[in-house]
């Protein structure tokens, strides 16, 4: 199961309660406060991993509750402070924090505007044009980076603090302080270099296991992939590039329309993009339609996605109508170069591997 979205409640530790405490000893029947203060609560804490992929360690625990401080003890012993809850997520994951009036309502809705904040139904009274909205308070994209997500509480003081020369004999205490708490939303965005961008049965998943090692599904229907897979290209001089396959898109995607509309976000962190296009016209549409239709989804979600450099990718150049189709491409979208391949018969693929390289690179140096 994959899990790239995921609400959870967080609650940081109490701080322990200061002790009300007086020194009681041989010869010394009064010997004035000795309260212990409370320990600190603990924290919850996120931290970023390479080794994860998706959220599904928070999907069956959704709720992270950091331990309390223990209270404070006589003879002056502080309580000992509360464990931190170190929380690990994968690399690329964006925390928001939810409203109290989104919490109330529990419903999202999976509108373009989600990608950058929580967004959900107006309360009742409200209008579609005032939503309520998530706050962004962290992007957690390096390995080992981490992010206090609620602080812990601070302990009290046993009555020993309080003490002065008219109060000698305190009789109270501070309570601890109750830790931060929260509702959330975890949100993975993953982290890669390349993304393949087509219509469902354009070839993406037969491209990606012909340029690394993935082993995606691959069937000869359309929504083969349900989500989105991570491949490693690697070169004869150590050189690696991850490339990351997405969910075919089709029209409407961005109004929820579909599979891909749910991974678009995968590929926001991209340095480029791959839009591969089926000339051969296997499922009955026209490449060059499908080229309009695939920069047009891509624009509506998000318009700075038409500004990543862009590769464009004629796939099944091994049938009968490819070689048509790749004319007439050329002849109605003028001043676009296209990369001829066959991702399963393996031709065109080392051009296309040193193709991306560049483009990264290129990209990278912008």
């Not at 009681?24 to 309260?35: A, D, L, N, V």
């Not at 603990?42 to 360690?57: E, F, M, S, T, Y």
């Not at 602080?151 to 109270?172: D, S, V, Y």
Request: aromatic share 8%.
């Amino acid at each position: 199961m994959f899990i790239d979205e995921i609400k959870i409640y967080a609650r940081a530790g109490h701080g322990g309660k200061g002790c009300v405490a007086f020194r009681r000893e041989k010869y010394r029947p009064k010997g004035g406060p000795s309260g212990g203060n409370g320990g600190r609560g603990g924290d919850v804490i996120l931290q970023a991993d390479h080794d994860l992929n998706n959220l599904i360690a928070q999907y069956y625990e959704p709720r992270l509750i950091a331990k309390a401080g223990q209270f404070g003890m006589g003879k002056g012993m502080d309580g000992a402070a509360g464990k931190d809850l170190i929380v690990k997520v994968p690399c690329g994951t964006l925390v928001w924090r939810l409203s109290a009036e989104s919490v109330r309502r529990h419903e999202f809705v999976r509108s373009p505007a989600f990608r950058r904040r929580a967004t959900l139904r107006p309360p009742e009274g409200g209008t579609p044009n005032s939503p309520v909205e998530g706050e962004l308070i962290a992007d957690l994209t390096e390995h080992g980076q981490r992010f206090v997500l609620c602080k812990g509480g601070r302990g009290g003081l046993g009555n020993r603090n309080f003490a002065t020369a008219r109060q000698q004999a305190p009789r109270f205490a501070q309570p601890g302080e109750p830790g931060e708490e929260g509702d959330f939303l975890l949100e993975l965005r993953m982290i890669a270099e390349v993304g393949l961008v087509g219509y469902p049965n354009a070839g993406k998943s037969t491209l990606l296991k012909a340029i690394s090692r993935a082993r995606p599904k691959i069937a000869p229907y359309p929504f083969t992939t349900l989500h989105p897979q991570i491949g490693i290209v690697e070169y004869k001089d150590f050189h690696r590039l991850t490339v990351c396959d997405v969910p075919g898109l089709i029209e409407g995607a961005h109004r929820n329309v579909g599979l891909g509309h749910a991974f678009l976000r995968h590929i926001e962190r991209c340095k480029i993009l791959v839009l591969l296009l089926d000339m051969a016209g296997v499922d009955g549409r026209q490449p060059w339609d499908d080229y309009k239709q695939l920069l047009s989804e891509l624009g509506l979600y998000d318009p700075a996605l038409l500004d990543k450099p862009r590769l464009s990718v004629a796939n099944k150049m091994d049938e009968p109508a490819a070689e048509e189709n790749l004319k007439k491409f050329k002849r109605r979208i003028r001043k676009k170069s296209v990369l001829p391949i066959s991702a399963a018969f393996g031709q065109g693929i080392a051009e296309f591997k040193e193709t991306i390289r560049k483009a990264v690179e290129k990209a990278a140096g912008n």
